[in-house]
């Protein structure tokens, strides 16, 4: 049986670039979740600061890994957005709470981070549709 109305996928570039704005934040969350896994003095000092125990520097890089991971895979992007959408929601009330106002990265980090899904994922996309 044919179909006279074949199923048209999206644009190549906006497959490509979803998957550009996908590594991008996997990158720099990768990179936060390492830096929480070395001795330095500047991690101890920053920890300090945000009023959280360092012993639970490696406890926030598994967490940070593991939402990665789940974000990269394709079947469980969703999964990992939410749950990376969490971590950031943490680090905002984290910075807020110590009087920090300046969260704009993570804000833009969260928003790219489901920006990317948005374009690799048909499923979101007619989920949340742009209105013409």
């Given at each position: 049986?044919?179909?006279?109305?074949?199923?048209?996928g999206?644009?190549?570039?906006?497959?490509?670039l979803?998957?550009?704005?996908?590594?991008?934040?996997?990158?720099?969350?990768?990179?936060?979740?390492?830096?929480?896994l070395?001795?330095?003095?500047?991690?101890?000092?920053?920890?300090e600061?945000?009023?959280w125990?360092?012993?639970?520097?490696?406890?926030?890089?598994?967490?940070?890994?593991?939402?990665?991971?789940?974000?990269?895979?394709?079947?469980?992007?969703?999964?990992?957005?939410?749950?990376?959408?969490?971590?950031?929601?943490?680090?905002?009330?984290?910075?807020?709470?110590?009087?920090?106002?300046?969260?704009?990265?993570?804000?833009?980090l969260?928003?790219?981070?489901?920006?990317?899904?948005?374009?690799r994922?048909?499923?979101?996309?007619?989920?949340i549709?742009?209105?013409?």
């Open positions: 049986m044919s179909t006279d109305n074949p199923i048209v999206p644009p190549k570039w906006m497959h490509w979803g998957w550009v704005l996908t590594v991008l934040p996997a990158l720099m969350l990768t990179f936060s979740g390492v830096m929480k070395t001795d330095s003095p500047d991690l101890a000092k920053g920890f600061h945000l009023g125990p360092l012993k639970m520097a490696t406890t926030l890089a598994v967490l940070e890994f593991g939402s990665t991971l789940l974000y990269l895979i394709p079947r469980t992007t969703v999964l990992g957005a939410i749950l990376l959408t969490g971590y950031l929601g943490g680090a905002i009330a984290t910075h807020v709470r110590i009087g920090e106002t300046n969260v704009l990265v993570h804000c833009i969260g928003v790219v981070i489901w920006l990317g899904v948005y374009l994922d048909a499923r979101l996309r007619e989920l549709p742009w209105r013409r």
